[in-house]
Nanobody, 114 residues
Framework: QVQLVETGGGLVQAGGSLRLSCAAS????????MGWYRQAPGKQREMVAT??????NYTDSVKGRFTISRDNANNTVYLQMTNLKPEDTAVYSC?????????WGQGTQVTVSS
């Protein structure tokens, strides 16, 4: 059973930056999709960014502001968030899609004040 441990959330002013990290407890091959989802209060969970074999995908609202990257040697995925906006406020969860099933982290709160 893969465990995902996220760090890096917090409170930041609009226009600020945060970097989220997610470390997996097992080896995650580069061809396995890892990513970040978020869920704001009263809203459905949405995909923020994914990375598979170096290919990245972003939801439109974060393009140009967020960057997903991966350290395959340490089974870690990152989300660098810049120019944060109040609408980015949400619980951000790490995700890995293994052949057997998807796994999720416990989530980390990101709050952007205006």
């Amino acid at each position: 059973q893969v465990q995902l441990v996220e760090t890096g959330g917090g409170l930041v002013q609009a226009g600020g930056s945060l970097r989220l990290s997610c470390a997996a407890s097992e080896i995650i091959f580069s061809f396995t999709t890892m990513g970040w989802y978020r869920q704001a209060p009263g809203k459905q969970r949405e995909m923020v960014a994914t990375i598979t074999s170096g290919i990245t995908n972003y939801t439109d609202s974060v393009k140009g502001r967020f960057t997903i990257s991966r350290d395959n040697a340490n089974n870690t995925v990152y989300l660098q968030m810049t120019n944060l906006k109040p609408e980015d406020t949400a619980v951000y969860s790490c995700y890995v899609r293994l052949p057997s099933r998807p796994y999720w982290g416990q989530g980390t709160q990101v709050t952007v004040s205006s």
